[in-house]
């Protein structure tokens, strides 16, 4: 399911425009990327909790030459799926 399905989607269940669902949407996408952005943990309780997770520096090694690289340290976002979300998958 792509953004624009999930628009579509939130607009049939909340009876309300495409176009307002869909900014919605983007204003909640907005929030969660600003507040990990910010380094705070976002809990949808429920669902899940999207936090930002820091990986360190180290060395890795080029898949075609086979010599040793060093990949920088980096920030990227993890999530912990909520109880009733696990819950609706098994």
């Known amino acids: 399911m792509r953004k624009p399905d999930l628009a579509e989607q939130i607009a049939d269940k909340a009876d309300i425009p495409v176009n307002k669902a869909n900014d919605v949407l983007s204003a909640i996408l907005d929030e969660i990327t600003n ?3 910010r380094k705070e943990s976002v809990s949808l309780i429920g669902f899940g909790t999207f936090e930002t997770r820091h990986r360190n520096a180290r060395t890795g090694k080029n898949p075609q030459t086979g010599e ?3 990949i920088a340290a980096s920030n ?3 999530f912990k799926p909520g109880k009733a979300l696990k819950e609706a998958l098994n």
Do not use: A, D, R, Y
């Open 76 to 78: 990227t976002v993890g």
């Open 35 to 37: 507040s990990l952005s």
């Open 68 to 70: 040793p690289i060093q």
